[in-house]
Protein backbone atom coordinates (compact mmCIF):
# COMPACT_ATOMS: atom_id res chain seq x y z
CA UNK A 1 0.00 0.00 0.00
CA UNK A 2 1.63 3.49 -0.89
CA UNK A 3 1.00 6.26 1.62
CA UNK A 4 -0.60 9.30 0.56
CA UNK A 5 -0.01 12.49 1.22
CA UNK A 6 -2.07 16.02 1.26
CA UNK A 7 -0.97 18.47 -0.92
CA UNK A 8 -3.38 20.48 -1.66
CA UNK A 9 -7.09 21.38 -1.20
CA UNK A 10 -9.31 20.91 -4.77
CA UNK A 11 -10.65 24.52 -4.40
CA UNK A 12 -7.46 25.65 -4.22
CA UNK A 13 -6.94 25.08 -7.81
CA UNK A 14 -9.18 26.50 -10.24
CA UNK A 15 -10.00 24.43 -13.46
CA UNK A 16 -7.69 25.12 -15.99
CA UNK A 17 -4.97 26.18 -14.02
CA UNK A 18 -2.18 25.06 -11.46
CA UNK A 19 -0.67 26.43 -8.19
CA UNK A 20 2.99 25.26 -7.11
CA UNK A 21 1.85 23.75 -3.50
CA UNK A 22 4.42 22.90 -0.71
CA UNK A 23 3.72 19.08 1.27
CA UNK A 24 6.63 17.19 3.71
CA UNK A 25 9.29 20.13 2.66
CA UNK A 26 9.13 19.35 -1.13
CA UNK A 27 7.31 21.67 -3.95
CA UNK A 28 4.54 19.70 -6.61
CA UNK A 29 3.06 21.64 -9.65
CA UNK A 30 -0.72 20.51 -9.23
CA UNK A 31 -3.15 20.85 -12.10
CA UNK A 32 -6.98 20.99 -12.79
CA UNK A 33 -8.00 19.90 -15.98
CA UNK A 34 -11.77 20.10 -16.29
CA UNK A 35 -11.89 18.83 -12.27
CA UNK A 36 -9.47 16.09 -13.03
CA UNK A 37 -6.46 16.86 -10.73
CA UNK A 38 -3.04 15.90 -11.98
CA UNK A 39 0.62 16.37 -9.87
CA UNK A 40 4.53 16.35 -11.36
CA UNK A 41 7.26 17.99 -9.61
CA UNK A 42 7.47 21.73 -9.58
CA UNK A 43 10.95 21.81 -10.58
CA UNK A 44 11.92 22.39 -14.48
CA UNK A 45 14.62 20.35 -15.72
CA UNK A 46 16.11 23.19 -17.50
CA UNK A 47 16.99 25.18 -14.81
CA UNK A 48 14.33 25.00 -12.09
CA UNK A 49 11.19 27.13 -12.45
CA UNK A 50 8.62 26.74 -11.19
CA UNK A 51 5.90 24.53 -13.33
CA UNK A 52 3.33 25.22 -11.10
CA UNK A 53 2.81 28.73 -11.91
CA UNK A 54 3.47 27.89 -15.64
CA UNK A 55 0.27 28.57 -18.31
CA UNK A 56 -1.60 25.49 -19.22
CA UNK A 57 -3.28 24.46 -22.33
CA UNK A 58 -5.08 21.51 -22.55
CA UNK A 59 -2.75 18.77 -20.84
CA UNK A 60 0.72 21.11 -21.74
CA UNK A 61 2.17 23.32 -18.92
CA UNK A 62 4.81 26.01 -20.13
CA UNK A 63 7.47 26.55 -17.90
CA UNK A 64 7.26 30.82 -17.05
CA UNK A 65 11.10 31.12 -17.04
CA UNK A 66 12.30 29.86 -20.67
CA UNK A 67 9.13 28.43 -22.15
CA UNK A 68 9.95 24.43 -22.09
CA UNK A 69 6.89 22.60 -22.27
CA UNK A 70 5.69 19.25 -20.02
CA UNK A 71 2.67 16.79 -19.98
CA UNK A 72 1.07 17.36 -16.62
CA UNK A 73 -0.38 13.74 -17.02
CA UNK A 74 2.43 11.78 -17.45
CA UNK A 75 5.83 14.47 -16.59
CA UNK A 76 6.86 14.02 -19.71
CA UNK A 77 9.05 16.79 -21.42
CA UNK A 78 7.34 17.75 -25.12
CA UNK A 79 10.59 20.29 -25.68
CA UNK A 80 13.38 17.77 -25.25
CA UNK A 81 13.25 14.24 -25.81
CA UNK A 82 14.08 11.68 -23.14
CA UNK A 83 13.60 14.22 -19.83
CA UNK A 84 10.50 13.95 -17.87
CA UNK A 85 9.76 15.05 -14.21
CA UNK A 86 7.74 12.85 -11.70
CA UNK A 87 4.27 12.14 -11.82
CA UNK A 88 2.26 11.18 -9.52
CA UNK A 89 -0.26 8.84 -8.39
CA UNK A 90 -3.42 10.99 -7.45
CA UNK A 91 -6.37 10.43 -5.08
CA UNK A 92 -8.93 13.00 -4.49
CA UNK A 93 -10.54 11.94 -1.12
CA UNK A 94 -13.39 14.80 -0.06
CA UNK A 95 -11.55 18.03 -0.57
CA UNK A 96 -8.42 17.20 -0.42
CA UNK A 97 -6.01 16.44 -3.28
CA UNK A 98 -3.24 13.90 -2.19
CA UNK A 99 -0.78 12.05 -3.88
CA UNK A 100 1.37 8.16 -3.48
CA UNK A 101 4.73 8.63 -2.66
CA UNK A 102 7.33 6.48 -4.59
S1 LIG B 1 13.76 26.83 -16.23
FE1 LIG B 1 12.05 26.01 -17.24
S2 LIG B 1 12.40 26.50 -19.30
FE2 LIG B 1 14.16 27.23 -18.28
Not at 10 to 24: K, Q, R
Request: aromatic content about 8%.
Amino acid sequence: MPTYIRVAGTSDVAAGAGIVATAGGKEYAVFNLDGTFHVIDNTCVHRGGPLGEGELEGDTVTCPWHGWQYNVKTGVCLTKDGIKVACYDVQVEGGDIKIALP
